[in-house]
């Protein structure tokens, strides 16, 4: 018999349906980087830096008229239950894929032709939407960094567990449910830059879902705002 | 402890109402947002944005410090501390005539000489040139350099140059401030320059700033 | 030089080949046409051309599905396709498209593989599709899914002997129940458009990749490059699929 993973309203970590975990960001994690950030969903944590604008070789790889993004996407070999071999595997290669189209509608791109940006994604603990924790650390550390930008980008989990759509799945959940969404937007702009989905859910429900990511979302954002600002705001 | 109002990407800024644009925001209809994490400006006719942080980019007219990376035959590589290398060409920074064939130019500018130069040329593809021609332009012997954030530059200086001096008097140091951020130090009090520049680098934004340092200094 | 134009056309409302916008180029499938294949087709959508080949093995099942056969499906961008892809192990577009296309069949459960299973936990049936791009002349990932659909239609699993397999004799066709479709949909100047060519799809401003079961349900959906979409895009782009999926449908046996 299947375990349950939802039952009288309670999810098995005790949240209810639209509740996210405990977040914790920190800026300032790498002092040589342009922007650094760690970022917390509960027990899912990820340290992000960035470097550049900077210099980009070997020349080929140049845009003439504008920046290129590069992102890559990383599990520590201690950060899952069952040791990763390091370097990286498909699924974090199509995840640094994604997680730099999530990233690039952002940012003005054309103010630093032939340079690079370089984000680095570190997974360090994972339970569960990990790459939606990278995407936060990377959009934190990139605002840092002083890179122009047109928003923050923020980014959520929603899924299907037991016919009910809950937020922020977490690994139990992420592996068990019926279907889970990673997503990720330009909250002021109401603008979304990662939709990834796979399951089965109907048009209805996928849209129901898509519109309980954009809520949650912005109230991460606000979260996000704080954390930039606070920074300045607390000198000594 | 008062900061200036804080901006982030995104961020509403103000309503154009006819006003210029500088750098930092960008434009939607008729509001102006932010692009940057930074301080904005409002005044009667502009609006602009600057930035608590970002790597240097490179306008004609700005003073850099730059270090000299490469010898070439016509001229030099200057690292000037942005994604950009600049170019500094034999004939804009000697004012003899050299016959570049029969010369090693390494005798006017070698690798690792730290140089106050002027920035000449900025390409749209952003292929930048600077110049040894501008009155003041020399080559900075000896002494430190130190690497801040850019655009924090204009408080190191202050209005009419007041937190400089400020720092000269105080330290009896030779400072040269780059508007790319490097800025390079000679003297016996170096310690209390760095320490002092970092403080404005950190409370850049925060109100009563020059008073504190002066304090600092003082000590 | 042909990106400017396609795009100009576009915004008038053509298309650089005189199609509508929601019309596929003709679509060619040909199943069984590796012999050394448990299962293959050829498709081509216009001159994108696409082969699947499906290989079974015996093998060990995944830790966490003891009971059922495994699936791995792959993708090579061979140089030979495009003067853009290069040799070595697949890059980061190659490993998107083989994963896409692998949700689409996994998420959809058309594969009934708890029937694939030889002895729990030791012994299961092993599915390889590889998918290998001919010609790339645009939307690849559409003309993968179905490529790798249809063999997976004309796969049968061989005979086995004292476990050894007998390649060249089989035993019953693999047991599919669903037929999950792909469809990217495009987006440009408020337009959208589906089976781009090669030369509309690096001017398209965004890309959404519906997988769409017979039932209506959406199995997988993935954001393509390059720009942001709004939520009534997507749903507009939705429900493009869901009618275009079935035109895909009706040409699968």
Redesign the interface.
């Known amino acids: 018999m299947k375990e349950k993973l939802i039952s009288d309203g309670k999810r098995i970590d005790g949240r209810k349906a639209e509740e996210f975990r405990p977040i914790e960001m920190k800026l300032d994690i790498v002092s040589r980087a342009n922007g650094s950030a760690s970022f917390r969903f509960g027990n899912s944590v990820v340290v992000a830096s960035v470097f550049g604008p900077r210099a980009l070789t070997p020349r080929h790889l140049q845009k003439p008229d504008s920046c290129v993004l590069r992102c890559r996407y990383n599990m520590a070999p201690f950060s899952v239950d069952d040791r990763k071999n390091p370097g990286p595997d498909r699924r974090s290669k199509e995840i640094s894929k994604v997680t730099r189209l999530a990233l690039e509608p952002a940012i003005f791109l054309e103010e630093f032709p032939k340079a690079t940006i370089d984000a680095y994604i570190e997974v360090l603990q994972a339970d569960g939407s990990t790459r939606v924790t990278g995407i936060n650390a990377t959009s934190l550390a990139l605002v840092d960094s002083g890179v122009p930008m047109k928003d923050l980008v923020t980014a959520c989990s929603v899924g299907k567990i037991d016919d009910t759509l809950i937020v922020d799945l977490n690994g139990k959940e992420d592996n068990n449910s019926e279907a889970d969404i990673a997503f990720a937007m330009m909250p002021s702009k109401d603008k979304i830059t990662l939709l990834q989905m796979d399951g089965l859910l109907t048009k209805q429900e996928f849209l129901t879902a898509i519109k309980m990511a954009k809520s949650y979302c912005k109230k991460i954002y606000e979260l996000q705002k704080k954390t930039l600002k606070e920074k300045y705001e607390n000198v000594d | 402890m008062e900061v200036r109002r804080i901006v982030l990407p995104g961020e509403l800024v103000d309503k154009r109402n006819g006003r210029k644009l500088w750098s930092g925001v960008y434009i939607e209809g008729d509001n102006v947002f932010s692009k940057v994490l930074g301080i904005p400006r409002i005044t009667e006719n502009e609006i602009s944005v600057i930035p608590l942080s970002g790597v240097y980019r490179p306008r004609v007219g700005n003073r850099v410090i730059g270090v000299i990376t490469g010898v070439e035959i016509s001229g030099w590589s200057v690292d000037i501390n942005s994604p950009y290398t600049a170019f500094l060409p034999l004939v804009e920074a000697v004012g003899e005539f050299v016959d570049k064939s029969r010369t090693d130019i390494s005798k006017f500018y070698d690798i690792d000489d730290i140089v106050y130069c002027r920035v000449s040329k900025v390409t749209k593809d952003k292929t930048v040139q600077v110049n040894m021609k501008a009155i003041g332009s020399r080559r900075l012997y000896n002494g430190i350099i130190i690497k801040i954030t850019p655009t924090k530059v204009p408080r190191v200086i202050g209005k009419g140059g007041s937190m400089i001096n400020l720092l000269k008097n105080k330290t009896a140091c030779e400072i040269v401030v780059g508007q790319n951020g490097i800025v390079w130090i000679r003297g016996l009090n170096k310690a209390k320059v760095i320490e002092a520049i970092l403080k404005i680098e950190k409370e850049s934004h925060v109100v009563g700033l020059t008073e504190k340092i002066e304090n600092m200094l003082s000590e | 030089m042909q990106e400017k134009y396609a795009l100009e056309l576009i915004e008038k409302g053509k298309r650089i080949d005189g199609r509508k916008f929601e019309e596929f180029r003709p679509i060619e499938i040909k199943p069984n046409v590796i012999k050394n294949s448990e299962g293959s087709a050829d498709v081509r959508f216009g001159d994108t051309r696409v082969i699947a080949g499906v290989k079974l093995n015996i093998g060990t099942p995944y830790p966490?599905t003891p009971e059922e056969g495994m699936l791995r499906v792959g993708a090579e961008f061979s140089p030979l396709a495009a003067p853009e892809f290069e040799s070595g192990p697949?890059g980061?577009?190659a490993?998107?498209l083989?994963?896409i296309v692998d949700?689409g069949i996994?998420?959809?459960?058309c594969i009934e593989l708890k029937k694939l299973c030889l002895t729990p936990e030791e012994k299961v049936w092993c599915l390889f599709v590889d998918i290998h791009i001919i010609n790339h002349q645009g939307n690849l990932l559409d003309c993968s899914a179905l490529a790798s659909l249809v063999a997976l239609l004309n796969t049968k699993i061989p005979k086995l002997e004292d476990d050894k397999i007998i390649r060249n004799e089989f035993e019953k066709p693999l047991p599919v129940v669903f037929k999950p479709i792909n469809i990217t949909v495009g987006k440009i100047s408020d337009k959208f458009l589906i089976d781009p060519r090669f030369e509309e799809e690096n001017i398209l401003e965004s890309k959404?990749s519906i997988a769409i079961?017979d039932d209506?349900?959406?199995?997988?959906?993935?954001?393509?490059?390059?720009?942001?979409?709004?939520?009534e895009d997507?749903?507009r782009m939705?429900?493009i699929a869901?009618v275009k999926s079935k035109e895909i449908r009706k040409l699968v046996k």
């Open positions: 966490d697949p980061e577009d490993i998107e083989a994963r949700r996994r998420e959809s459960e959404l079961r209506d349900k959406i199995c997988s959906v993935q954001k393509q490059e390059k720009m942001e979409l709004s939520l997507i749903e939705v429900d869901l």
